[in-house]
C-alpha cells in the first residue's frame, strides 16, 4: 500500500527523481509487487498528478505486471481509466479490461463500504487480480528467466 499523503514523491524531474530520499526503498517495493491497483480520484476527465508523478518514475519495473484500477469519479471515470490503461501500454504492462468506478459518496461510509453493488465489483477485481495477477507473474518470472524471444527478453 502507498498512500501519496504519507509517502508523497516528488514531481518527476529526470535529472533528479531516482536520488530522492526514500526512492530505492520505494522501487524495491514496486519491483516486488506482481499486481498494482491504481486507484486515482478523477479531476477534470485526468487522474491526480500524485499518480502521473508515480507512474513516471517507476515505468521500468512496470513491465509485464498487471494493473487494476479503481477511479473515484462524480460520473464514471472512463478517462482516467483510459488514461492509467494507455500508460501501463507504454510502460508495457498488462491491465484487467475493466475498472471499479466509485461515484456515489454514499457507498463509503466511515472507511467502509456500505453499497453491496460496490463491495461485488471489488470482489470481481480481487479475485481477478488473485487469478491473471498469478497466472502473468509466473509468465514474467520465465519469461526474464528464460531465453526464448519476447518482450521481456530486452530487461534480462
Known amino acids: 500500500m502507498l498512500d501519496f ?7 518527476f524531474n529526470p535529472d533528479t527523481a ?4 526514500g526512492f530505492d526503498a520505494l522501487r524495491k517495493r514496486v519491483t516486488r509487487a506482481d ?5 486515482s480520484p478523477d479531476y477534470h476527465g ?3 498528478s ?14 509485464g505486471k498487471l494493473f487494476a ?15 492509467l490503461r494507455t500508460v501501463a501500454r507504454q510502460c508495457q504492462a498488462w491491465t484487467l479490461p475493466y475498472a ?18 460496490l463491495r461485488r465489483r471489488l470482489g470481481m477485481l480481487a479475485r481477478d487480480i488473485a487469478v491473471y495477477g498469478a497466472l502473468l507473474a509466473r509468465q514474467r518470472r ?9 518482450f521481456l527478453a530486452r530487461m534480462r
Open 100 to 117: 471499479v468506478s466509485v461515484h456515489s459518496e454514499e457507498s463509503v461510509k466511515g472507511g467502509k463500504i456500505v453499497d453491496g453493488a
Open 50 to 63: 500524485a499518480m502521473k508523478s508515480f507512474l513516471d518514475h517507476f515505468w521500468k519495473e512496470f513491465a
Open 46 to 48: 485526468g487522474m491526480s
Open 69 to 83: 484500477t479503481v477511479v473515484v469519479s462524480h460520473e464514471k471515470g472512463l478517462t482516467v481509466s483510459d488514461q
Open 142 to 150: 520465465e519469461d526474464l528467466a528464460g531465453t526464448e524471444a519476447g
Open 35 to 39: 499486481v498494482l491497483v491504481l486507484g
Open 5 to 11: 499523503r504519507a509517502e508523497p514523491l516528488p514531481l
Open 18 to 21: 531516482f536520488a530522492a530520499p
